[in-house]
């Protein structure tokens, strides 16, 4: 199955978006039914351990770019989530381990997989951030890959594509007001001169150093 | 997991049972009380196999907990009629190769009773209409649908009395007025 | 075929199906009505609530109410009851329709019109008759009613505007009984879900559309008004010309991104099918308009 | 024209055999006191559930039964490992055998369990065995299966393209086998030489057979005994039985199968499948009773579906519209293991039956069975003939649009003549008796054919499309003789065996080695053997579906058990008819060839006043005091009925439709069989049996379809999304007949289980693309629903530039 979609970000810019997608904090926020989304180092990720961590875990959301810098995504790390997808009656909690494949501003790629019961699901995402042609804000083209498995695949059929794209949309108006509500702006990389910040914007930003001639 | 005390009244047979809130009608019927004359044929409330009466309606008897039917009324096709007494809903199916392999046929029946109960008189296209919670395999439905009719002029004495020829000739006394 | 285990608490009153539903707030609580789309869901192994309320036996929630501007209905007023009482074709002509096609026999003997309308099933026949007939929902909570306009309560799939401790509780429908209703439906082979349901409810005079309310099942996330058919009708003479025209404006402002599409049918047939369904559908309320000699 | 049942009391018992009598199987069955295999309740009966697989394809890493295992009121759980274990009960083979063979077949292991990979969603994995059903559904959900995921294939295209994951080690390319039969060069050389020539590439969809009933099994193991009694829903009893011997290990004449009443088969209730086996293992493991009863999702994922054809096929005309070649290249879907009759479907029951009712002089079929990540596919009502005649009818369809001629002048042209038969096609068979043109000329009188093509005309003025499609279809059934079906790779022989025994007080008993469910044997063999008998049609009672009752048997499939089962209880009857001259004989103090029996009474021949009555007959045989002498007492007889030949029914369908190319939406407005099944014993059981094959045909055309997507996942695996026709979706069908006795058995009759469903699709898809002609549709994939009714409506119409009928002729305007 296969998703796509643009998603347009008001009064806001791509540094400032691009800031607050590298915050698992506040993808967590945003990500409708999620419990929890933390980095795991294991190779198999526990979810009743990782339940608990995350409950000990006193992490707010912040404008403070450091502090985003010091628990951004990071490329070819693996992070687990705890989904609760509701439709209708019917509400299936994933078990969620995504990898970031690449992680390029304004560029990100991840692929994953859950389960849930007897039923789980793979896939893979991308998305790329532009600004919009009135330069007023930023538009957020993404696409999905997916496949689903067991129960939800045989039954959910009609339901899929259309929760997809809720979640999406519910996400994506989320992140919006986030940015709004803290007044997230981002480290703009003309402020970083010093080769500390220049470190600091590149690992925010996801910029690959070797490839900042862009 | 609760459990319930529940009271069925099964073809006039009064029953006190102990089941577990998810345990359904259907399984309190054929499992617990024996009465495996209601089939099941799906698990989502299509192929209307597992259909009763419930205090004098078509219902599907998987699709309803057997808690939600404490106190009610149950009929089911154990109560139509015997071999040497058919219901004539019974004798329609029987008259009419209304069945095969008759596994769908006691939840059609009892479907067929409440189409009839609604409609006494009911047009082939109103049967299949009304059928079409009850799904068949076998037959093509052509002959249930003359099952139905056969039962519907058997059910209706006075209306076979002149039901054959009013079809051709609606309502002859009012149109007196309309000379040749 | 077997719903995982639950625990099951009967409600005798809206305010104990309340206090039930604040009791089990912690843990994943459905509220049953007629249990048509539940049960299924609970069967197949999709959906299994630790807790489920049983709303079905509350005595006032059940029934039609006709005061002449208003037809209140129970929300646990079956579809069979409901079509059962003269007032509802009386004074709402579209849902009455719309009702008269849900499901099969033995489904309209148990599902009720409240469940329908709360599960907000996009495929269902009332959203869409809701909306046509400008029903209005009453929601009860903890703090007593609250009133929301069908243009206002359908989210999504799935998704309407009954927060976690409320239950639908009443659809009340203004009286049209000058209106004509009309529902066609193109049903899936399989399911009988709505592939396309376009639900009309119009207000004819003299030959001349007065007013006119569509709704459309089926066709996006939610039940939606088809607005540029509406703006088609409104004022405009009952003809065949007329019908034509507002077909043609059928999906006028729908999101095609939010448009359903499935194993049934391509978004791309469904933008074809409302079309289709919107002409079946106003014929009909073109056949059922009484000719202006008639009527006089 | 509807049948009018009658009561059999009301026939004289001379006319008992070609009697539309009521069946005598319904009074059970509308009581509710039918037994179905769930109705049995046993003492102490436990209750399996099977782990399936979440994937279409996937290796096994781990399989973590131990949460299921503590759970309240679970007895065991059970894994491949557990079933060939030294500590467990049984030796078999825990595979289900291939019981049809062919040379190239690829043989492939298929373990009742999987324990390194899972083939397709259905395959089992673990049972569990509970206290009742809702526990072993419980802890069947609480086994823990860690999976590789691997690809998947479902259409055989796919399997066989050069990437393709493989399913079996030892199938390469995933070719289950390469058959061909015809004559490759001989068709070459025809289309070489033909002046037109048609082609079509067709898809022949997956079904799905959602019989109401679904499958079950009760065993109940005697440790006492060691006797294994198993009560399930089957076709065949006696070849379950010898099948299951094998796979769970247990003998055979320690097993008996039983089946209780079946509600319905259409072919799914032929094959042996895993669950049925290890409900018998688990109840040898437990020393108790085991019930299983699959959810109608556990059918979806595991009934054995039909059809899985992908076709590119031609047909060659000469100048004046003689068929003179025909050619098939076939994909078979064999799903992800080889079923039990699975290899002969799409080959000798395919295959053969390319001919149709046509004279073809050169006919090529080329077949090459894939494995897939789909349920192990196999018979489904028709089987095999239903791909043939629908390929051949399409073919025709368009041939005759070829040369430009009307599809019915066409057919008769190239019907096989009347004095060709016996007639041999160019497929390896032989006709038994055909009278091609009988059918079709009732069909045209009951259609008022000529009229209808004006009214079409008119029509289409006024922008209605109406359509008519013919259907001249073929079938063979009663596959026969044994020693010929041995060397097409049958692993059985097809042979019909029968007892036929006289009680001392006159009545008797009839057993049939046939399984009926739903078909009626009980009356129609009742009357078969009270004809022969001479008795009372009350006073034969009908045995069927038992192991430890009836002799031996083949069961009820391929519209076998009229022609196989009845003609082998004429010939079980006729011995106890000619025993009973010998006694009469003797007793009347006359030659036995002096004796004549008619109507129940031995007669000597010029003295009718000195005879006997078959019932004073039975009561001598069993009194034995004066038989003759060397004779042994009692009157009963056994028998084992080989036929000669296939039987070969026919007829003519005929649809009617109307078409909206807007909507995408068929009416089917007529529907017309005329059907010729040589004799008929019960006419209304015959009417019975079309008009339910037909519907099942208008499902396929319509309807039906089993959909995957690319991991194999069934996406229409619910009667939600799987559309089993309503009583809404089916017309209303004109039935007439015709007779033309088959000359190869006593009874003269054909078969007449499959006769509607091989027909009637193709008549539907004529009859659309009649419909469609003005928009240059040809070829619509079954089911046609409505999307793609309207997106070939739309594909020709963007072609053309509009949805508008396409084509000068298309204007009727303009030829006026």
């Not at chain 1, 793979?122 to 999905?144: F, I, K, N, P």
């Not at chain 1, 930003?205 to 001639?213: I, M």
């Not at chain 4, 059985?492 to 469910?517: I, K, Q």
């Not at chain 4, 009908?542 to 004429?570: F, K, N």
Request: hydrophobic content about 35%.
């Amino acid at each position: 199955m296969e998703f796509s979609g643009t998603f347009e970000l008001e009064d806001t810019t791509v540094d400032e978006v691009w800031l607050a997608l590298s915050d698992p904090v506040l993808v967590q926020e945003s990500l409708p039914g999620c419990t929890f989304l933390l980095h795991v180092e294991a190779e198999e990720a526990d979810f009743d351990e990782l339940g608990e961590q995350a409950e000990g875990m006193d992490r707010e959301l912040t404008n403070d770019p450091e502090v985003i810098a010091g628990r951004a995504f990071r490329e070819g790390e693996r992070y687990a989530a705890l989904m609760q997808v509701s439709v209708g009656p019917v509400n299936p909690t994933f078990e969620t381990v995504v990898t970031i494949d690449e992680r390029d501003r304004p560029r990100m790629h991840a692929s994953g997989e859950g389960s849930s019961g007897d039923s789980s699901f793979e896939m893979s995402s991308s998305m790329a951030l532009s600004e919009t042609e009135d330069g007023d804000g930023v538009a957020v083209e993404w696409e999905t890959e997916a496949d689903v498995f067991g129960k939800v695949a045989g039954m959910g059929q009609r339901v899929i594509n259309p929760v997809a794209n809720r979640i999406v949309k519910r996400f994506f108006s989320s992140v919006q007001e986030e940015l709004h509500d803290l007044g997230v702006e981002a480290v703009s990389s003309s402020d970083g001169d010093e080769s500390d910040d220049r470190s600091l914007v590149d690992r925010v930003l996801g910029r690959s150093k070797s490839t900042d001639s862009e | 997991m609760t459990e319930h005390d529940i009271t069925l009244t099964v073809n006039g047979a009064e029953h006190d049972l102990t089941v577990e809130a998810r345990t359904l009608l259907v399984h309190a019927l054929r499992d617990e009380l024996g009465y495996t004359g209601t089939n099941v044929g799906c698990e989502s409330s299509l192929c209307g196999a597992c259909t009763v009466r419930m205090d004098g309606e078509a219902v599907k008897s998987c699709t309803a907990l057997a808690v939600q039917a404490d106190g009610a009324e149950i009929r089911t096709v154990e109560d139509l009629g015997t071999r040497h007494d058919f219901h004539p809903i019974q004798e329609g199916f029987q008259e009419e190769h209304g069945l095969q392999c008759g596994y769908c046929t006691p939840g059609m029946m009892m479907t067929a009773l409440d189409i009839l109960e609604e409609n006494p008189d009911p047009t082939r296209e109103e049967i299949r209409e009304g059928l079409e919670g009850n799904l068949c395999r076998c037959t093509g439905y052509q002959n249930i649908v003359n099952a139905v009719q056969n039962a519907a002029k058997e059910m209706q004495p006075a209306a076979v009395a002149d039901g054959g020829e009013s079809d051709d000739d609606p309502t002859p006394a009012t149109d007196g007025g309309e000379e040749l | 075929m077997f719903p995982d285990g639950f625990d099951y608490y009967e409600a005798s009153s809206v305010s104990e199906a309340i206090d039930l539903m604040a009791e089990h707030a912690g843990a994943e609580t459905e509220l049953l009505a007629g249990g048509h789309s539940l049960l299924p869901a609970m069967k197949s192994g999709l959906s299994s609530p630790d807790v489920l309320i049983d709303i079905g036996d509350v005595e006032a929630l059940h029934g039609v109410t006709a005061d002449g501007d208003t037809l209140g209905i129970g929300a646990m007023t079956t579809y069979s009851d409901f079509i059962g009482e003269d007032a509802s074709e009386e004074h709402a002509p579209a849902l009455y329709h719309a009702v008269r096609q849900v499901g099969d026999t033995q489904v309209r003997n148990r599902g009720t019109v409240g469940g329908n309308i709360a599960h907000a099933d996009p495929a269902s026949d009332l959203p869409g008759a809701a909306l046509a007939s400008d029903a209005t929902i009453v929601v009860t909570g903890p703090d007593g009613e609250r009133r929301v306009s069908a243009d206002d309560f359908f989210f999504g799939m799935y998704a309407t505007d009954i927060g976690p401790d409320e239950l639908v509780t009443r659809v009340e429908v203004p009286s049209a009984a000058d209106a004509v209703g009309a529902y066609a439906k193109k049903p899936s082979p399989s399911s009988g879900y709505a592939m396309v349901g376009v639900c009309v409810q119009a207000t004819v005079d003299g030959g001349t559309v007065q007013s006119a309310r569509v709704g459309a099942n089926g066709v996006m996330d939610r039940g939606v008004r088809l607005e540029g058919v509406e703006d088609a009708l409104a004022g405009a003479s009952l003809d065949e010309a007329t019908i034509d025209a507002a077909a043609d404006r059928a999906t006028e402002g729908l999101d095609t991104a939010m448009m359903m599409s499935d194993l049934q049918a391509s978004a791309e047939f469904r933008e074809q099918l409302v079309g289709t369904y919107t002409r079946r559908a106003l014929e009909r309320v073109l056949d059922r308009t009484p000719t202006p000699a008639a009527a006089d | 024209m509807t049948i009018d049942s009658l009561d059999p009391e009301d026939v004289d018992a001379a006319d008992i055999l070609g009697s539309a009598i009521e069946r005598r199987e319904d009074p059970a069955l509308l009581t509710g006191n039918a037994e179905y295999t769930d109705d049995i309740q046993l003492d102490g009966m436990l209750h399996m559930a099977v782990v399936r697989s979440q994937y279409g394809h996937a290796r096994l890493e781990d399989i973590d039964t131990s949460e299921a295992e503590a759970m309240e009121g679970v007895h065991g759980v059970y894994t491949y490992e557990d079933l060939t274990s030294d500590e467990t009960p049984g030796g078999g083979s825990f595979a289900l055998p291939t019981a049809w063979l062919l040379d190239s077949l690829e043989q492939v292991p298929h373990p009742v369990l999987a324990s390194e990979k899972v083939r397709h969603q259905g395959d089992g994995i673990a049972v569990v065995v509970a206290e009742d059903r809702y526990t072993a559904r419980d802890a069947a959900g609480a086994v823990d299966v860690a999976y590789e995921r691997l690809d998947a294939v479902v259409h055989p295209s796919e399997a066989f393209a050069d990437d393709a994951e493989r399913l079996h080690d030892d199938a390469e390319g995933n070719v289950a086998f390469d058959w061909e039969i015809g004559d490759a060069e001989k068709t070459a050389d025809a289309f070489a030489d033909a002046s037109h020539t048609a082609s079509i590439d067709l898809e022949n969809q997956l079904l799905i057979a959602n019989a109401m009933e679904p499958r079950a099994a009760v065993a109940e193991y005697n440790p006492g005994t060691d006797e294994l009694e198993v009560a399930m829903t089957t076709q065949n009893p006696h070849v379950h039985r010898l099948l299951m011997a094998g796979v769970i290990g247990h003998p055979e004449h320690k097993l008996s199968v039983r089946a209780p009443d079946v509600g319905g088969g259409f072919g799914s209730k032929i094959h042996h499948y895993a669950d049925e086996a290890l409900v018998a293992w688990c109840s040898m493991m437990h020393e108790a009773p085991v019930k299983w009863t699959a959810t109608r999702s556990e059918t979806y994922l595991t009934d054995a579906p039909g059809r899985g054809h992908e076709t590119k096929a031609e047909i060659a005309m000469d100048d004046d519209g003689n068929i003179v070649g025909l050619r098939v290249d076939t994909m078979a879907n064999m799903g992800a293991y080889l079923s039990t009759f699975a290899p002969a479907v799409p080959t000798y029951l395919y295959g053969t039956l390319l001919s149709g009712q046509y004279d073809i002089p050169a006919i090529y079929g080329h077949v090459k069975g894939a494995f897939t990540n789909v349920p192990p596919v196999d018979a489904y009502r028709g089987a095999g003939r239903p791909e043939a005649s629908f390929l051949v009818e399409r073919l025709v369809h368009l041939g005759a649009k070829e040369v430009g001629m009307d599809p019915v002048e066409f057919r008769k042209r190239n019907f096989v003549p009347d004095d060709a038969f016996p007639y041999e096609t160019q497929v390896a068979v032989v006709y038994d008796s055909g009278e091609y043109g009988k059918p079709m000329d009732e069909a045209l009188e009951l259609l008022d054919y000529e009229n209808f093509r004006e009214e079409q005309e008119r029509a289409r003025d006024e922008g209605t499309y109406l359509g008519v499609g013919f259907s001249c279809y073929i079938e063979a059934c009663g596959l026969a003789p044994s020693e010929l079906a041995g060397q097409l790779g049958a692993q059985a022989g097809l042979w019909e065996s029968s007892l036929v025994r006289m009680h001392p007080s006159g009545t008797v008993t009839a057993y049939c080695g046939t399984s009926g469910h739903g078909q009626g044997h009980g009356t129609t063999y009742a009357q078969i053997v009270a004809n022969e008998l001479g008795v009372p049609y009350d006073s034969v009672e009908v045995v069927e579906g038992d192991t430890d009752e009836i002799p031996q048997g083949m069961g009820t499939y391929g519209s076998r058990s009229a022609a196989v089962g009845g003609s082998s209880l004429v010939k079980s009857a006729q011995k106890v008819v000619e025993k009973g001259k010998e006694i009469a004989a003797h007793q009347l103090e006359a030659d036995p060839d002096d004796i004549e029996f008619e109507n129940g009474e031995y007669s000597v021949a010029g003295a009718p006043a000195r005879s006997m009555s078959m019932a004073d007959v039975a009561g001598a045989a069993y009194l034995a005091h004066d038989i003759p002498a060397e004779m042994e007492p009692g009157l009963e007889a056994t028998s084992f009925y080989d036929p000669e030949n296939f039987v070969f029914p026919f007829g003519t369908h005929a649809a009617i439709v109307e078409v909206d190319p807007d909507s995408g939406e068929i009416e089917i407005e007529r529907y017309v069989a005329v059907d010729d099944v040589g004799n008929q014993i019960n006419p209304k059981i015959v009417e019975g049996q079309i008009h339910g094959g037909i519907a099942q045909g208008v499902g396929q055309a319509l309807y039906e379809g089993a959909e995957y997507d690319d991991n194999a996942t069934l996406l229409t695996g619910s009667m939600q999304d799987y559309a089993v026709p309503k009583a809404e979706h089916i017309p209303e069908m004109e039935t007439e007949s015709t007779v033309t006795p088959s000359p190869h058995n006593p009874l003269g009759v054909k078969g007449v289980g499959e006769a509607g469903t091989i027909a009637a699709p193709q008549a539907i898809v004529n009859a659309v693309a009649d419909a469609l002609e003005p928009f240059g549709v040809d070829h619509i994939d079954m089911p046609m629903d409505a999307e793609s009714v309207w997106s070939a409506v739309q594909a020709n119409a963007t072609a053309d530039g509009g949805a508008e009928p396409a084509g000068d002729d298309a204007d009727p305007g303009g030829e006026r």
